[in-house]
């Protein structure tokens, strides 16, 4: 009897073993990606930058979570911050996890996107919307590397994300992202590999205001 009990005590301990380790690969979370999709978040602005050198806009940048429930996706929306009202850039980002060491932002466009003007205020409102409706911008995914403990640095494709933006043939993005601030260099080129618009002399330090 007393041989039965034991055999039964081990085979239990045994079971709880495997579970817990079950458990554990199960609840494993990618605490860089959530680092990173958390430090994307929240109202910006490059006021700070702007007061400094006069050669830089005011821009202000709104990213917020939406659709949580189909994983790390952000409505996206920059506009001078004096036109809020009237945005030159409205985006969705996807952040996912590429590979071991690379974190890819991918860029998509929306639909009528003057309807989702200032939806930054009420992410819900996308839940009318899919992400299966988005386009994507080929080509124009930042994909990210962790520079320190608490940054991430990454840039697009050298010459996939086409543009036609005043005469440019493909953009460039250099983005580097810190706790509270976000810096962002984005280029357009034509096909002599000029520069024909974004800023020249660095990227837009924007700070986070909210």
């Known amino acids: 009897m007393k ?26 979370v990618d605490t860089d990606l ?37 994983g790390n996706y952000l409505y996206v929306e920059q506009a001078l911050n004096s036109m809020q009202d009237k945005p030159y850039r409205q985006r969705v980002y996807e952040v996912s996890r590429l590979n071991d060491s690379v974190i890819s932002s991918a860029v ?3 639909e009528a996107d003057s309807l989702w003007i200032g939806k930054w205020k009420d992410p819900k409102a996308f839940d009318s919307i899919s992400p299966t409706e988005l ?18 640095a990454g840039a697009t494709s050298p010459t996939d994300c086409k543009s036609s933006l005043r005469g440019a043939t493909h953009a460039t993005s250099k983005v580097e992202i ?5 810096a962002s260099w984005d280029q357009g080129w034509n096909s ?4 024909v618009w974004g800023a020249e002399k660095g990227g ?3 700070e986070k205001v909210n």
């Open 3 to 28: 041989k039965i009990v034991l055999i039964l005590c081990v085979v239990l301990l045994a079971g709880c073993k495997n579970t817990t380790e079950e458990t554990a690969e199960t609840v494993a």
């Open 135 to 152: 386009t994507i911008r080929e080509g124009c995914a930042v994909l990210l590397q962790k520079i320190s403990e608490n940054a991430f």
């Open 108 to 110: 998509y466009t929306l």
């Open 34 to 70: 959530e680092s990173l999709f958390e430090m994307m978040q929240g109202s910006f602005n490059s006021e700070a930058q702007a007061l400094q050198d006069s050669s830089y806009f005011n821009i202000s940048l709104h990213m917020y979570p939406i659709w949580e429930q189909h």
């Open 178 to 182: 810190s706790p509270g601030k976000i």
């Open 192 to 195: 002599e590999g000029e520069q």
């Open 204 to 206: 837009y330090i924007f």
